[in-house]
């Protein structure tokens, strides 16, 4: 990556970061409500505000620990393998952590029905022929489903 690139990148960065920072509300909460379709409204659209606001807030930490990776010198670096992420990857998404293949085995694992922990999702048959079955609903081979 030629330093004119790391440049550009760092301000895209830094514009995205600011304007986070502007839009950043803390989510509202509200207190007293005339009746309950009213309250239970209000309290749907908070819990979206939060999703909002946690999406905001992970984004922002992302980005300030992109910046450090830049000031540490290992930015544009691989986190799993080491090597250099190619630069249109990096102007896709500053802040990206991993190159294609490290992203790709990280997100195979993640699927994967033997995975273990909280990473652990069912395919809900979106891989037909898949070691699931590819019916939804239908967990690891062997599981048996009434
Ligand atoms: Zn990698």
Known sequence: MYF?????????????????????TPPSVPLKCPDDNELASRLSECAVDERLHARCVERIRDLEYALRRIERLDYGLCEACGERIPFPRLLASPAVRLCV????????E?????????????????????????AAGVGAPGQRVS
């Open 4 to 24: 004119s690139q790391l440049i550009e990148l760092q301000g895209m960065m830094e514009r995205e970061l600011a304007a986070l920072r502007r839009a950043l």
């Open 101 to 108: 293949d490290c992203q790709q085995a990280r997100e195979r």
């Open 110 to 134: 993640s699927f994967s029905p033997f995975a273990t922990g909280p990473a652990r999702r069912p395919c809900a048959g979106r891989f037909r022929g898949g070691p699931c079955g590819g």
